[in-house]
């Protein structure tokens, strides 16, 4: 079975500070990994994907991640935060097969202050 | 990137109603879609996956009588809620898998208001 932990249900970075949203996963099968991003009252945009290719991932707005399996992480970087990146952000795993059944994380709250 | 519609995105209705909502995908053919339930502040909560020409696979704890699902097409699949309560006022999630990408796109929500 999968699960995903998400470290800090909050967090606050100043514009133009790194963004770092962590995101740790457990899964029995070579994991597919993706991270949303939802806006108030909206649905959930897909920011970036890992699906066994390249390790480094970079999605939309600048954001990326990297896969590290010895680490079961998938951490979410931005270099430089940007007020319209205050969001909730959800991290989630799937068991491989082509993103069937997703498993989120709690998700975390990005506050960005000016 | 590949778009899901949801309609209605907000409803209020009186207790014992029944409301649907649907969802649609716009630009891929979708034989899954999946239905989620989000609280306020927190995770989103799968119900079921919706399969194409076959009946819906339900999560434990959620009642199939009391969620009703229909995937008629490869483009719609159909929520109901029967005889709604106010404990069901929720947001609702949808999302169609998009074999070729390999990805879940999810719908922009609907939220239920029941009185």
């Known amino acids: 079975a999968q699960s995903v932990t998400q470290l800090g249900s909050h967090v606050s970075v100043s514009e133009g500070a790194l963004v770092l949203l962590r995101c740790n996963y457990s899964?029995?099968?070579?994991?597919?990994l993706f991270w949303y991003v939802q806006y108030p009252n909206q649905g959930l945009q897909l920011l970036l994907k890992y699906t066994s290719a390249a390790t480094l991932v970079k999605g939309i707005n600048g954001f990326e991640a990297e896969f590290k399996k010895s680490e079961t992480s998938f951490h979410l970087t931005k270099p430089s935060a940007h007020m319209s990146d205050a969001a909730e952000y959800f991290c989630?795993?799937?068991?491989?097969?082509?993103?069937?059944?997703?498993?989120f994380g709690q998700g975390t709250r990005l506050t960005i202050n000016p | 990137g590949a778009v899901v519609s949801q309609h209605p995105s907000r409803v209020i209705c009186k207790s014992g109603t029944s409301v649907k909502i649907e969802c649609r995908s716009l630009?891929?053919?979708?034989?899954?879609m999946f239905w989620y339930r989000q609280f306020p502040k927190q995770s989103l909560m799968l119900m079921a996956t919706s399969n194409e020409g076959s009946k819906a696979t339900y999560e434990q704890g959620v009642e199939k009588d009391k969620f009703l699902i229909n995937h008629a097409s490869l483009t719609l699949s159909t929520l109901t809620v029967t005889s709604a309560h106010p404990e069901d006022s929720s947001f609702y999630i949808c999302?169609?898998?998009?074999?070729?990408?390999?990805?879940?796109?999810f719908g922009p929500g609907t939220r239920l208001l029941v009185l």
């Open positions: 630009d891929f053919q979708a034989t899954t």
């Open positions: 999302s169609a898998r998009d074999i070729r990408q390999e990805t879940q796109y």
């Open positions: 989630a795993v799937s068991d491989g097969k082509g993103a069937q059944k997703l498993v």
């Open positions: 899964s029995s099968v070579p994991p597919y």
